[in-house]
């Protein structure tokens, strides 16, 4: 038996790239936001294990200290992993997420606002519905009740001459 140790590496996304090829990706794409106009919609693909956690690590902190410096806040990260919301309604899930990220720097009103829209619109938990319903007698006694209520005063009218 031999005394050689045997290390496992952790799968876990890291901070700091040892070869710079997971760095270079992250600036790629800051570079990217940050030169076109509008919102962006970025997907990494990849296998497993090939880091596109740790590029996604790397973007974030490289963005917030970037804003940091700049004196500027208008980039937000949102990360969405469509794994851990697996059978879950995709579209529903990532609407919550993008809203809420979205409402965290408003004002009260403003957040109410869209709190009550995300709940009413996005996640369909309320909705407006019309009724409209239509009497039915399922019973024989109150048409009778009815007939005789209109039946007796003309039946003591018609008596009350003979």
Not at 5 to 25: N, S, W
Not at 79 to 92: K, Q
Request: charged letters at 30%; a negative charge.
């Amino acid at each position: 038996m031999s005394d050689a140790q045997v290390t496992l590496l952790d799968d876990l996304p890291v901070d700091e790239d040892a070869f710079g090829g997971h760095r270079r990706i992250a600036m790629a794409l800051i570079d990217l936001i940050r030169r076109e106009n509008g919102g962006k919609a970025i997907a990494l693909e990849g296998s497993w294990g090939s880091g596109k956690s740790s590029v996604i690590r790397m973007l974030e902190k490289e963005i917030s200290a970037s804003d940091d410096v700049r004196g500027d806040d208008d980039t937000n990260v949102l990360v969405f992993d469509a794994w851990s919301h697996e059978g879950d309604p995709l579209r529903r899930v990532f609407l919550e997420e993008l809203t809420s990220l979205c409402t965290a720097e408003y004002t009260d009103v403003r957040k109410e606002y869209w709190e009550d829209r995300k709940k009413k619109e996005i996640t369909g938990s309320e909705r407006e519905t019309h009724q409209k319903t239509t009497p039915l007698l399922t019973s024989r006694w109150p048409l009778l009740v009815l007939l005789f209520g209109f039946l007796y005063p003309v039946a003591l009218v018609a008596l009350s001459k003979l």
